[in-house]
């Protein structure tokens, strides 16, 4: 016989329905059919798993689940003896209903066999979800890195410090950067628009070093060359200027064209492929 049910909403039968006499969801319930079920699950399916079986606090799979008395509520056990340390009231931090003492947190049998058949090795889950985590927060911060170098490049409120260039597509066998007009600091060097052009390209780290640059169809090999340097060799100070490569398709609007760098990765092919 059911006891007393608690439902947080009506919007859905989904809502977590507590049974305080036996400490068991509905959607606990639901999880155990599927489980034992010959079918396969679907993709919702294997997700509302993982969503009954999720720690509140930690947002992980439950690890040594418990479930408070009088509420019902389930989490990890150090998740939960940690949360209860830290409060002058002790409560639940899901409904905030108190708890008298720690022998209102009870060991959840249920959910725990659950837990072992689907995921028999819960430390190695968590090991590779820490793993998972690492890769996120190191991709954050290699974009946030791509975003500060990019920063270089933005333009200075001195014109005598700064200049227009447009970078273009040697040829085919490389993109052709969509926003190719850029207004960087004088003190730019050739090393620097290669990784620029590597990070506008999405290119991998070690692809940059193959990227070639090119001026009048010259290969520019010297690293710390800086635009004002190429400004005097190539363009002589003067706007209109033009440097092209005469192959390239930008050469129709060459007229409407300051200064061109263009760029390929054409010795990663040639070694490689």
């Not at 005598?160 to 060097?189: E, G, H, M, V």
Request: hydrophobic share 35%; glycine share 2%.
């Amino acid at each position: 016989m059911l006891g007393t049910l608690k439902e947080a909403s009506d919007q859905s039968d989904s809502e977590d329905i507590v049974d305080e006499q036996t400490n068991n969801l509905i959607g606990i319930f639901k999880v155990r059919a599927l489980i034992d079920s010959d079918k396969e699950p679907t993709d919702h399916q294997v997700a509302k798993i993982f969503d009954e079986l999720q720690c509140p606090i930690c947002l992980s799979l439950f690890e040594q689940p418990v479930y408070i008395k009088d509420c019902s509520h389930r989490f990890c056990k150090e998740c939960i003896e940690k949360s209860i340390r830290f409060q002058r009231e002790k409560s639940c931090p899901t409904c905030r209903k108190k708890i008298a003492t720690r022998r209102d947190l009870r060991v959840d049998e249920v959910v725990n066999k659950i837990l072992n058949t689907v995921v028999p090795d819960i430390k190695q889950y968590r090991m590779q979800e820490e793993l998972l985590i690492q890769q996120e927060i190191k991709n954050f911060r290699q974009q946030k890195q791509k975003n500060d170098k990019l920063q270089k490049f933005v333009a200075q409120t001195n014109t005598n410090q700064s200049c227009n260039i447009q970078l273009c597509a040697q040829n085919q066998l490389i993109n052709q950067i969509d926003k190719n007009f850029i207004k960087a600091p004088l003190i730019t060097t050739v090393a620097d628009i290669i990784q620029l052009i590597g990070y506008q390209l999405n290119l991998p780290e070690e692809f940059t070093n193959y990227i070639d640059i090119f001026i009048n169809n010259e290969v520019q090999n010297q690293m710390d060359k800086t635009l004002a340097d190429l400004n005097t060799q190539y363009w002589d100070k003067r706007e209109d200027q033009q440097i092209y490569n005469p192959n390239d398709l930008h050469q129709q609007n060459k007229a409407k064209v300051n200064r061109q760098i263009h760029y390929s990765i054409d010795r990663f092919y040639q070694l490689y492929l």
